[in-house]
């Protein structure tokens, strides 16, 4: 039996039911579907109405092997880096499970917690003209879009920044994908069917997240005052 909600509810449905799905199976994206996805990045606002973002679609294997390649890399020496200098054990300091703890670490300076992209049927790498003043603002916001119609749709998606944050991977990505140089490489979105249900992540209480007037002073003075 259909579910029917109202524009609210169906809102804060998509919103609530978004996931960064790093799994999928091997079913390909629909057509139809990925058309849906990249029209709502269309949609998106932008500064002065500049549409800032471009979108390159990317099926082929072997270019999502070298995509993963690169996310792997960049994020194998940013968590690398992490974990020498401490950061990650103090981010880590609340988990007491040691198995788990040495996984997370083991997943994070490996870099397969972005190397994924060479499994997700569909790359989408966003790009964004360079000379756009708000085209770093402009592309996440097409990008959000994105991947709340991917949840409405009930599909996975990611948004992985990792092969485009160190300025040699994103030459990497430029030349394997022929990126003329007025534009960057923003982020890569990976996009399929989710092997599994995720669990939501823990959000902090909204009442230390508002505030009144002034940074600090509390807009919700108790957590009871929050509203659902």
Request: hydrophobic share 55%; charged share 25%; proline share 7%.
């Given at each position: 039996m259909a579910e029917?909600?109202?524009l609210?509810?169906?809102?804060?449905?998509i919103i609530l039911d978004r996931r960064s799905i790093r799994d999928y199976t091997q079913e390909p994206v629909a057509d139809e579907d990925l058309d849906l996805i990249l029209e709502m990045g269309r949609q998106a606002p932008s500064g002065e109405d500049a549409q800032p973002w471009r979108f390159i679609i990317?099926?082929?294997p072997e270019a999502r092997r070298k995509l993963g390649a690169i996310a792997g890399g960049g994020s194998g020496r940013r968590f690398t880096a992490e974990f020498v200098t401490q950061k990650m054990q103090e981010r880590f300091a609340n988990l007491k499970d040691e198995a788990k703890k040495k996984a997370a670490f083991e997943k994070l300076t490996s870099g397969s917690v972005?190397?994924?992209l060479a499994e997700a049927p569909v790359n989408v790498i966003v790009c964004g003209k360079k000379h756009?003043?708000?085209m770093p603002f402009d592309v996440?916001?097409?990008?959000?879009n994105m991947?709340?119609?991917v949840a409405a749709l009930g599909l996975g998606a990611c948004w992985v920044i990792a092969p485009c944050i160190d300025i040699r991977d994103e030459e990497r990505v430029k030349e394997l994908f022929d990126m003329p140089e007025g534009y960057k490489a923003v982020s890569i979105l990976s996009v399929g069917h989710?092997?599994?249900?995720h669990r939501p992540r823990p959000r902090l209480p909204i009442h230390e997240l508002v505030f009144k007037e002034k940074f600090g002073q509390g807009y919700y003075n108790k957590p009871e005052e929050v509203k659902g």
């Open positions: 029917h909600f109202t609210v509810e169906a809102a804060k449905k990317v099926k082929d972005s190397a994924f756009v003043w708000d996440s916001a097409a990008i959000e991947l709340l119609m989710p092997l599994r249900p």
